[in-house]
């Protein structure tokens, strides 16, 4: 897929989808040279996975702070 249905999918900026495969944090292919020349190919299982590995999961409770004191009243 290109970077525009890459971003569209996840709900980013093609800015910032060409940034994470810049910086290497996102597999793709790289046809051509740099540029506009160039163009950006990613298969959509590598983007699956780059976003499954961007999952955090939540903590199923957060205690109450100790340093905290709340008055109710």
């Known amino acids: 897929m290109t970077v ?3 971003a569209r999918r996840l709900g980013l900026s093609p800015s910032l989808i060409y940034q ?3 910086e ?3 597999p793709h292919y790289r046809l ?3 540029g506009k020349r160039g ?3 990613i298969e959509e299982s590598d ?3 780059f976003l ?4 955090q999961e939540a903590k199923p ?4 702070l100790r340093h905290i004191h709340l008055n109710h009243g």
């Open 47 to 49: 983007l699956s996975a």
């Open 39 to 41: 163009r950006i190919m």
């Open 4 to 6: 525009k249905e890459a």
């Open 20 to 22: 994470l495969c810049n």
């Open 24 to 26: 290497r944090l996102l």
């Open 32 to 34: 051509g040279g740099k």
């Open 52 to 55: 499954a590995n961007c999952r």
């Open 61 to 64: 409770e957060v205690p109450p």
